[in-house]
């Protein structure tokens, strides 16, 4: 099975930057989409970007390209960069990857979140 650890989220004044990381951990694995997804307080979890195994990015348009994710095949991790934040995107992050196991007996794809890091805006 794989595994996602999350970390680099804290606390931050309007207007500064966080990077979140996540690193998937496990064997005979291979990564395909990672995400960053966050959920507010009383609110639906939301997709925040995703990036494909080629490098392909998507983000929500309420972003306006304050926020860059990126992504480290080698280390099977993840990066969030986060810029110009706002008080209302106090969330907690998670991350969620897409994987299939090299094991044929055990085809399909999967899917699994990390335990998500709590990012704070202060105004």
């Known amino acids: 099975q794989v595994q996602l650890v999350e970390s680099g989220g804290g606390l931050v004044q309007a207007g500064g930057s966080l990077r979140l990381s996540c690193a998937a951990s496990g064997s005979d694995f291979t990564i395909n989409a990672m995400s960053w997804y966050r959920q507010a307080p009383g609110k639906q979890r939301e997709l925040v970007a995703t990036?494909?195994?080629?490098?392909?990015?998507k983000y929500a348009d309420s972003l306006k390209g304050r926020f860059t994710i990126s992504r480290d095949n080698a280390k099977n991790t993840v990066y969030l960069q986060m810029n110009s934040l706002k008080p209302e995107e106090t969330a907690v992050y998670f991350c969620?990857?897409?994987?299939?196991?090299?094991?044929?007996?055990?085809?399909?794809?999967?899917?699994?979140w990390g335990q998500g890091t709590q990012v704070t805006v202060s105004s």
């Open positions: 990036i494909n195994s080629s490098g392909n990015t």
């Open positions: 969620n990857s897409d994987y299939v196991l090299r094991d044929w007996r055990r085809p399909g794809l999967r899917s699994v």
